[in-house]
């Protein structure tokens, strides 16, 4: 499946460049593979800290993508991508990112150790990045406060990568720190960004069906601002456990409200009782008229002498 055809069954055709890219049209058959071009590299540094971490796990966790199966998706995180034949050892490692139209496994066998576009054919349809101090420049690129030009013989910086290489359609960066969101779409071969209202910082993704915003909370112990999906209505999707412990509660709730009402329904027949004999009606004329047994009305009569 393409990349267009997933992003017009998810959410209508994007406005791509109509040039073919680099990673298209070459031959995988003449080219590195994955298995040549692993993420793991003793030279590269690894995660940064525990968020860079836990994030992406959170997103992983509370993806629900209803029109699509497991296998028609595929989510990595800190996952080399490579995406220049010309070049096969350049990459860029993007936090977190989806694939939407290609198969979860590797030749349908087994899980990546890397991404290569001209092996995949099918380019991420979001990227997320998480702001780390020294990679604003790469990451926002010509939105950054304070851009960098790229050096001659260097590899393209995230953004240009992202944007111009391999066209995702959806780029979202997110500042852990200061709980900052920026969204930008693609939009004629360019970056737009999107306006974001501050006080409730979300984005709707449309071929996602999906939205994606920032949440307060515990997530692995850890009490702060994460970025998790969300209903078009804004409610967070939650977690296997979250949804685990909901569920026990309505139970339990279910329960309390059922005990609740059986108490209530026995209150009432036990003053119902105590006011027909009060009455003088006789414990048989009692028990005929509210259904009960001689023995269940001779019980409740003998409850409220006991008190």
Request: glycine letters at 6%.
């Amino acid at each position: 499946m393409s990349l267009s055809h997933s992003l017009s069954r998810a959410g209508g055709p994007m406005n791509l460049q109509s040039r073919r890219l680099s990673w298209q049209e070459a031959d995988p058959t003449q080219l590195p593979t994955m298995d040549d071009l692993p993420s793991e590299d003793p030279q590269e540094s690894g995660l940064p800290d525990e968020f860079h971490g836990l994030q992406p796990n959170l997103l992983s966790m509370t993806l629900a993508l209803t029109q699509y199966s497991n296998y028609q998706c595929f989510h990595g995180f800190d996952l080399n991508i490579y995406y220049e034949p010309n070049r096969p050892r350049w990459h860029k490692r993007p936090d977190w990112f989806l694939v939407v139209g290609g198969p979860r496994l590797y030749k349908g066998k087994r899980s990546r150790a890397s991404y290569v576009m001209w092996d995949e054919k099918v380019a991420p349809i979001v990227i997320l990045e998480f702001l780390f101090p020294g990679t604003e420049a790469d990451d926002l690129g010509p939105f950054a406060d304070r851009p960098k030009l790229r050096k001659p013989g260097q590899p393209p910086r995230k953004f240009q990568v992202y944007e111009q290489i391999l066209q995702v359609p959806n780029y979202i960066v997110f500042d852990e720190e200061t709980g900052r969101l920026w969204f930008f779409r693609l939009q004629q071969g360019r970056y737009q960004p999107q306006a974001i209202a501050p006080s409730n910082p979300q984005v709707w993704i449309p071929e996602l069906e999906m939205g994606l915003g920032i949440w307060y909370g515990n997530f692995q112990g850890l009490t702060q601002d994460w970025l998790r999906w969300c209903d078009r209505q804004g409610h967070f999707l939650p977690t296997e456990t979250e949804a685990e412990r909901a569920e026990k509660e309505r139970e339990r709730a279910e329960k309390e409200r059922e005990r609740n009402q059986r108490e209530a329904i026995e209150q009432q027949m036990r003053q119902a009782v105590m006011n027909l004999l009060q009455m003088g009606l006789l414990v048989e004329q009692v028990a005929i008229a509210l259904s009960l047994s001689p023995e269940a009305v001779q019980a409740i009569q003998q409850d409220s002498l006991d008190a």
